[in-house]
């Protein structure tokens, strides 16, 4: 079955700041950035700026299992916020708050990224040079449904996935530097 997002997630805009953000090192709130997010990970692999949690409106704080969508730029992609520390998204992202007893956030996420999905965004981007998402076309995109059971399948396959593509980096970064290393060994 297929639902439009809208009627299984609540979306909202991320926070908007009017000046800089110049980290406070006594901060216990995140901000997430662009910066912060990896697109191939699809996680928050930067070292986020803090501020002071007094300076958030609770209702833009991320819980676990929200989803960030980055609505700006030519790279519309979602990742799924993780971490158990009080954090904010700058307003380049959408913060996508999933009715859990409708959709696993992780397949949620997972759709979203599909080449399903990036058809229809791509589409219906706008901008000439900078792409942009507008929240309406967020909001409609069609998500189609398998019962949880199935969900949970999906989101578990496609996080093994992410996590061979990393450990594969991570060999190939390793190989190369051995093989490097016994080349010059090799002239010498």
């Known amino acids: 079955m297929k639902k ?3 009627d299984i997630a609540k979306i909202d805009s991320g926070k908007s700041f009017r000046h800089r953000i110049d980290g406070d090192a006594n901060g216990n709130c995140m901000v997430i950035q662009m910066k ?17 949690l007094d300076d ?10 929200d989803i960030l969508f980055m609505a700006k730029g030519n790279n519309n992609f979602a990742i799924e916020y993780n971490l158990d520390q009080p954090a904010v998204a700058v ?10 007893n409708i959709v696993n956030p992780q397949y949620l996420t997972w759709y979203l990224n599909s080449p399903t999905a ?7 981007r706008e901008g000439a ?3 942009n998402i507008r929240i309406d076309v967020l909001r409609n995109i069609e998500i189609e449904i398998p019962n949880l ?6 989101a578990k396959l496609s996080q093994l996935l992410i996590e061979e ?4 980096k991570k060999y190939i970064e390793m190989k190369e530097t051995y093989l490097k290393t016994t080349m010059l060994k090799l002239i010498v």
């Open 4 to 6: 439009c997002l809208i």
């Open 36 to 52: 912060d997010v990896s697109h191939e990970n699809q996680t928050i692999d930067g070292s986020p700026q803090s501020i002071s």
């Open 56 to 65: 958030v409106n609770p209702e833009q704080l991320l819980d676990k299992g």
């Open 91 to 100: 307003s380049l992202f959408f913060v996508i708050k999933p009715n859990r």
């Open 118 to 124: 990036q058809a229809y965004l791509a589409e219906n």
């Open 129 to 131: 040079t900078v792409g």
């Open 149 to 154: 059971d199935r969900q949970d399948q999906i």
């Open 165 to 168: 593509k990393i450990l594969n």
